[in-house]
């Protein structure tokens, strides 16, 4: 089971940790961890470079676990406001389309969102 658990700060999200495999289906043919890991890269590139934000993250290829934290979203640095909420609402979208997924794949993906 792959669980992803989301950082939120003030109504904020400003991250995520994912850790696990899916186990949906074999090493190299599992579309729903394909999903996750394609999804995850988007985000990941699209607030680093697309938006130019201080990011913190980590990809462990062993174990396929990853946290991202997004430090310019966080309300203790100097950011843009709009910039900020932006990268909220990218993350909180990516949020959503998982806890989607969750509907159909409860067995195998857990989503969570904590206050950090």
Do not use: W
């Not at 729903?32 to 990011?55: D, G, P, Q, W």
């Not at 676990?65 to 990268?87: G, H, I, N, Q, Y």
């Amino acid at each position: 089971m792959t669980k992803i658990t989301f950082f939120k700060r003030d109504g904020v999200f400003f991250g995520f940790r994912e850790n696990g495999h899916t186990g949906f289906g074999e090493e190299g043919d599992d579309v729903l961890c394909a999903a996750i890991s394609a999804m995850t890269m988007l985000i990941i590139n699209t607030v680093e470079i697309s938006y130019a934000s201080n990011v913190d993250y980590k990809i462990d290829e062993e174990t396929t676990d990853v946290t991202l934290k997004v430090m310019s979203a966080l309300p203790e640095f100097e950011a843009d406001d709009r910039k900020r909420f932006a990268v909220s609402g990218l993350i909180q979208g990516y949020y959503y389309q998982l806890m989607d997924l969750t509907e159909d794949y409860y067995d195998f993906l857990e989503v969570d969102v904590i206050e950090a």
